[in-house]
Structures are given as structure tokens and as C-alpha cells.
């Protein structure tokens, strides 16, 4: 009869006749009840040790600026249950969205039954788009010497909702 006996990594006590499955350190103890050998009896101590996490990257490694976040949160897969994911982005941004290029450290801590685990400079860029510019406002005039004509803001529009473009008219 073999008996385990021993306490697992998250603090649960263990005695069974049952294989431990949680990582930790434990004694199994051998029995010999058969009639024809004499009581047998002997320990020995074995771990179970913390298996290997894992972090899946299903990033993309580039997106073209489009006014929105970056979801990085949902780009990042662990293997188990026990920890979350931390993110670290350059220069501790917490998002990703403007155009430009960043890094991206993600980890887990060591748990019960994994150890910890983390993924360091993960290149991410947005790319620059250029905004399609459309002009609203009056497109005919008749030369007039000496005259001048004015163009007005409110007469250009621009390809999406983003703000802040500086429009330059030469």
C-alpha cells in the first residue's frame, strides 16, 4: 500500500492513497501487508514541482492608426487560471494609440502550481495614415484684379473624426 502524505504549494495538507496532483513537497510510504514477507515499511520524500506557464502572443505587429485603442489585454493568452497577466507598455503609457512604435512587456507571477513567466520587448507599431481632405466651400470665382478670396476652415473636412489636424492652405 503506498500512502502520500505532505503539503501542497497552496498551503492544502495531503494524505491519500491517491498520487498528489497539486505541485508540492510531500513523502510517499510504502506498506508490505503480504502474509508471506515480514511488515515492510519504508519513506521517501519526492516534489512535485510547479509546472511551466506559458504566454501566448496573438498580437499583430503593426495596425494602421484608425482614432482607437489598441486592445493589448485580449491579444495575450496564459495557460492556466491561477495569475493574471500584467502589461507594461514604453515609457509606462497605459494604451497604445497614437501613431509610433511601442514595447510591450507582459508577465505572470509564480503561482501554487506554475512558475512565472513573461514576454519582453514586444514591438507593436501604428503606422501614420494619411487623411483624405475634401473642400465644402465655393468652387468657382471669377478673376478679379486686386481681389481676394477666403477659404474657411469649416470648408475642409477631413476622412474621419480624429481632431487635432493642423490644415495648411498655400
Request: cysteine-free.
Amino acid at each position: 500500500t503506498l500512502t502520500y502524505t505532505g503539503t501542497a504549494n497552496d498551503g492544502t495538507s495531503y494524505n491519500s492513497t491517491t498520487v498528489p496532483s497539486k505541485a508540492g513537497t510531500y513523502e510517499v510510504k510504502a506498506t508490505i501487508t503480504d502474509i508471506n514477507y515480514k511488515l515492510g515499511l519504508t519513506t521517501a520524500p519526492f516534489v512535485v514541482a510547479r509546472a511551466s506557464a506559458t504566454i501566448t502572443n496573438n498580437l499583430a505587429a503593426s495596425s494602421d492608426y484608425n482614432g482607437s485603442e489598441v486592445d493589448v489585454e485580449s491579444a495575450f493568452e496564459l495557460n492556466h487560471d491561477e495569475a493574471t497577466l500584467s502589461y507594461v507598455i514604453t515609457g509606462n503609457a497605459s494604451t497604445i494609440k497614437d501613431a509610433g512604435t511601442y514595447y510591450i512587456a507582459v508577465s505572470a507571477a509564480q503561482s501554487a502550481n506554475y512558475e512565472e513567466v513573461s514576454l519582453e520587448n514586444i514591438k507593436y507599431v501604428v503606422n501614420k495614415i494619411d487623411p483624405t481632405l475634401s473642400y465644402t466651400g465655393a468652387t468657382n470665382y471669377t478673376y478679379s484684379s486686386g481681389s481676394s478670396y477666403t477659404i474657411n476652415d469649416n470648408d475642409i473636412e477631413t476622412s474621419n473624426d480624429d481632431t487635432g489636424y493642423e490644415i495648411t492652405i498655400v
